[in-house]
């Protein structure tokens, strides 16, 4: 079974995907590690901690990422798109006075990273980066768990909507004041996402927000559950070379 490296924004981020992943796969149970950020000391998972979408872009410019496939078969690659038009980011919403849809929003910041990793490790390992792109907050891909109309198809205020539907549940909500800025409750994430870890409701309600949907036809696309079969990082002895498959991705 492959293993699985995160690099998100934060631990919230990172429990949503990872139980994406656990669903997705079933009773396969595939190892899924948090890599950035990582967990602590003892094995926890806490907020606040080192996040945002400046480090994900960031451990891509030092070249971490390589240090980190070698280590994970597959490095899902988890940035949300709200901001994405702040200098840094430079992924704009709009092109000539039209909205993008989000399938194209998704590939645009899907370009930004190749850009920064380079055609040449692109062709040898980009097979292995899978990009969990949340149009516009991962917050949306929980609305399906939450909401069974229109509304989990949002890309827009899904902080918000999450937290009413909790309050309305008498559950804690995800954030105790409805910002991303303020603290999380890790919890409360959990609670949520652990759905997803169950097969059959993952695949029940997955296509009803357009950008979760692009992310498990993405996995279904890579046939990741293979074995990647990646060419052979420096450093790392032992590796195999690509199948001709894997060459002609």
Request: hydrophobic share 35%; aromatic share 8%.
């Amino acid at each position: 079974m492959p293993s699985f490296g995160i690099v998100g924004e934060g631990v919230t981020d990172q429990i949503v995907v990872d139980n994406i992943l656990l669903g997705y796969f079933g009773d396969e149970e595939p190892i899924v590690n948090y890599v950035q950020p990582p967990l602590d000391k003892t094995g926890e998972t806490s907020e606040p901690a080192p996040g945002g979408w400046g480090l994900v872009l960031k451990f891509f410019e030092l070249g971490e990422h390589r240090r980190a496939l070698q280590f994970n078969d597959y490095l899902v690659v988890q940035i949300d798109t709200d901001v994405s038009e702040q200098k840094g980011y430079d992924v704009p919403h709009r092109e000539g006075g039209r909205e993008l849809e989000v399938a194209e929003l998704v590939m645009r910041v899907t370009e930004k990273f190749k850009g920064i990793i380079g055609d040449e490790f692109w062709r040898a390992h980009g097979h292995r980066l899978l990009f969990a792109v949340a149009v516009h907050g991962i917050e949306c891909w929980l609305l399906p768990l939450l909401y069974d109309d229109n509304r989990a198809a949002k890309t827009t205020g899904c902080l918000d909507a999450c937290n009413r539907e909790r309050n309305k549940r008498n559950k804690a909500p995800l954030s105790t004041s409805g910002h991303k800025s303020e603290t999380k409750n890790v919890k409360a994430y959990q609670e949520v996402a652990r759905e997803y870890a169950k097969r059959k409701r993952l695949y029940a309600v997955h296509d009803k927000n357009p950008s979760l949907a692009l992310f498990i036809s993405q996995l279904d696309a890579r046939n990741v559950k293979a074995e990647p079969g990646a060419a052979p990082l420096e450093g790392v002895p032992g590796q195999q070379p690509p199948t001709s498959s894997d060459a002609e991705e």
